[in-house]
């Protein structure tokens, strides 16, 4: 595998995060322990892994890097990968998300191949090892109010307490647990809690709760169940009647690997076994979909699909290419120390992919009018225009060129500072793939002085072809013919949040304090070449000397609608010289 250098920023109490560099070489830690498995033949040699989504909010960047580990290692070592749903808490479940969940999953690239699950699935099989358990002595129904509950449950530095109701005899704790599916009580009335130790050092083991009566219906099982398994009961024992031998999940959870083993133990079902490592964290975004729908809902974007979000709808519209997603996911790699990943790193995979697939074209998004003086009216010449410099197969395409054009409003300074090549008056430049033309006369409007039109003068010698196609003058800029051009609205985008860390506020704010307030710039009245109208929702492009571009849903015939996925400068390059030349 090859090495490559690697920026992290180690996340500080402060915000404040120093910049470190890292190579990686060889499989990441998870990969070693699963080829060690397969070489001695465990599980006969199979391997299972699952990506457990809960469906109570679309998936972002950091469900990419879970599932990339799962699918991958699964298509790596010759196994499988469940998609399951962790469908367990009906009151903010809904099967909009699953939908979109499926279409983001094969959208990234990977194929579950009808391996669809819901812990739902598993509800009547769980009630059964409950009951076992209970049988057995090692669960029992308890009926403190949720607050006794928490008072009972000690702290980090001190034992809990054992319920009044944990020795309740097993005929008895059969009887309620069965009237609690039957619907007999309200909420909160009972649980069903594990006989663990309530002075265990690890509070994930003083009797954790199985089961709470919920009345909410559930997307799938509708009204039939009134109690619902809770995660750590559903999550170890799906995994196990699913046969997934490798259940990998974020380090959030290693303090409740041990309950995991307690009940495979004590049910005697098939040894899945859990391993952890560091969830992938970005620079100037949050992870978290908690954070995201409050995003959403408060209006802050216009839905989990708005092309600022970390979501994977957010990314796709946004014209980020999933294979850029998974370079980033592989270049990061995998490991158990937290860190933080700079957004520039994700810019730096979405470009790189980008400039090898993405059609060039010419569009300016900020018009003034230029007018030839010498080229004749009402001729229109079609200039030879290269579809990919860095593809060849991807060929050629013509540009009408005529005597009134629009340039970059950027590309012409009146009094132009030194080092500017562009257009200014009395100034040559080559127009891209066409004349070169001077600047003789610039005309403004009276009342602001504002400049209106630049007066130009082309040299008919230099088209390409021509025998002064060859002669050289410092600056080219890009073009659109007037007449031919389309108009076109592009969106520009920025950070959604302004810190690096939008969790580091001032007191008594939250994460929305930081949100950017110029995350979004909306340019109406952009011109684009005539080949851009016929581009389909989601086509990438690169705008020549722009950026990177990609056709937005809310595009209407006659009126695209274009959304900025990446600028040309690579930050991130940049940071990386810096980093090595130290
Ligand atoms: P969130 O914090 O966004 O609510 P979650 O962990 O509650 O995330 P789940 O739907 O339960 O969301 O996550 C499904 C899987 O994706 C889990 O295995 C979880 O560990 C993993 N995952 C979630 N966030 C990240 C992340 N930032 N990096 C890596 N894996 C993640
Ligand atoms: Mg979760």
């Known amino acids: 595998?090859?090495?490559?250098?690697?920026?992290?920023?180690?996340?500080?109490?402060?915000?404040?995060?120093?910049?470190?560099?890292?190579?990686?070489?060889?499989p990441d830690f998870v990969r070693s322990i699963v080829a060690e498995d397969v070489k001695q033949g465990r599980n006969g040699g199979r391997v299972v892994t699952r990506f457990p989504p809960e469906p109570n909010g679309y998936l972002h960047i950091g469900h990419a890097k879970s599932i990339c580990l799962n699918f991958g290692i699964a298509r790596e070592f010759g196994g499988v990968c469940?998609?399951?749903?962790?469908?367990?808490?009906?009151?903010?479940?809904e099967a909009e998300y699953v939908d979109a969940i499926k279409e983001d999953v094969r959208w990234l690239g990977f194929d579950f191949q009808g391996r669809e699950y819901y812990a739902s699935d598993h509800f009547e099989r769980l009630y059964e090892l409950a009951v076992k358990l209970v049988r057995d002595g090692k669960a029992y129904v308890d009926s403190l109010s949720a607050e006794e509950m928490r008072e009972y449950r000690g702290t980090l530095t001190?034992?809990?307490?054992?319920?009044?109701?944990?020795?309740?005899?097993?005929?008895?704790?059969?009887?309620?647990?069965?009237?609690?599916?039957?619907?007999?009580?309200?909420?909160?009335?009972?649980?069903?809690?594990?006989?663990?130790?309530m002075a265990s050092p690890n509070?994930?083991?003083?009797?954790?709760?199985?089961?709470?009566?919920?009345?909410?219906p559930h997307h799938r099982t509708g009204q039939a169940w009134s109690i619902y398994p809770t995660y750590d009961f559903a999550h170890g024992?799906?995994?196990?009647?699913?046969?997934?031998?490798?259940?990998?999940?974020?380090?959030?959870f290693e303090d409740h690997r041990p309950l995991y083993e307690w009940?495979?133990?004590?049910?005697?079902?098939?040894p899945s076994r859990q391993y952890e490592f560091a969830r992938l964290n970005l620079t100037h975004t949050v992870l978290s979909k908690r954070k995201l729908l409050q995003v959403v809902t408060d209006g802050h974007v216009s839905g989990w699909d708005d092309p600022r979000m970390p979501t994977l709808v957010g990314m796709r519209r946004r014209g980020y290419p999933p294979e850029a997603i998974r370079d980033l996911c592989d270049q990061v790699g995998i490991a158990r120390r937290e860190n933080t990943v700079d957004f520039a790193l994700l810019e730096h995979c979405v470009r790189d992919r980008l400039n090898r697939t993405a059609p060039r074209a010419m569009a300016v998004l900020d018009p003034l009018r230029v007018v030839i003086d010498n080229y004749p009216e009402g001729l229109v010449e079609q200039m030879d225009a290269v579809n990919n410099p860095e593809d060849s197969s991807a060929g050629t395409r013509t540009v009408p060129f005529s005597r009134e054009l629009y340039v970059e409003r950027d590309d012409f300074r009146e009094d132009p500072p030194s080092k500017f090549y562009r257009l200014a008056p009395g100034r040559e430049v080559r127009l891209r793939y066409s004349y070169i033309v001077k600047c003789v006369d610039v005309l403004k409007d009276p009342?602001?002085?504002?400049?209106?039109?630049?007066?130009?003068?082309?040299?008919?010698?230099?088209?390409?072809?021509?025998?002064?196609?060859?002669?050289?003058?410092?600056?080219?800029?890009?073009?659109?013919?007037?007449?031919?051009?389309?108009?076109?609205?592009?969106?520009?985008?920025?950070?959604?949040?302004?810190?690096?860390?939008?969790?580091?506020?001032?007191?008594d704010l939250d994460f929305t304090s930081n949100l950017n307030p110029d995350s979004l710039r909306v340019l109406r009245g952009c011109r684009l070449e005539p080949s851009l109208a016929a581009g389909a929702c989601g086509e990438r492009y690169q705008f020549e000397r722009l950026g990177y571009f990609c056709v937005d849903k809310d595009s209407?015939?006659?009126?695209?609608?274009?959304?900025?996925?990446?600028?040309?400068?690579?930050?991130?390059?940049?940071?990386e010289r810096t980093i090595q030349g130290r």
């Open 1 to 26: 595998m090859a090495a490559y250098a690697r920026l992290e920023c180690t996340k500080k109490a402060t915000g404040a995060r120093p910049l470190t560099a890292t190579s990686t070489t060889g």
């Open 82 to 93: 469940n998609l399951r749903f962790d469908d367990t808490n009906p009151s903010s479940e």
């Open 158 to 197: 001190e034992p809990g307490t054992d319920s009044p109701w944990r020795g309740r005899c097993v005929d008895e704790n059969l009887n309620l647990f069965r009237r609690m599916r039957e619907g007999e009580f309200a909420e909160g009335a009972h649980v069903l809690r594990a006989k663990i130790d």
């Open 203 to 216: 509070i994930n083991l003083r009797d954790p709760v199985m089961y709470r009566i919920l009345k909410a």
């Open 237 to 252: 024992q799906s995994d196990s009647l699913e046969g997934v031998t490798h259940s990998i999940c974020t380090l959030e």
């Open 263 to 270: 009940f495979l133990e004590h049910l005697g079902i098939f």
């Open 447 to 507: 009342a602001t002085g504002e400049v209106t039109e630049l007066r130009c003068t082309y040299d008919p010698d230099t088209r390409s072809g021509s025998p002064g196609a060859n002669r050289r003058v410092r600056g080219t800029v890009h073009w659109v013919s007037a007449l031919h051009s389309v108009g076109a609205e592009v969106r520009l985008y920025d950070h959604l949040f302004t810190r690096e860390d939008p969790d580091d506020t001032e007191a």
């Open 556 to 575: 209407t015939p006659g009126n695209p609608v274009f959304n900025r996925t990446v600028t040309l400068r690579d930050t991130w390059a940049r940071i």
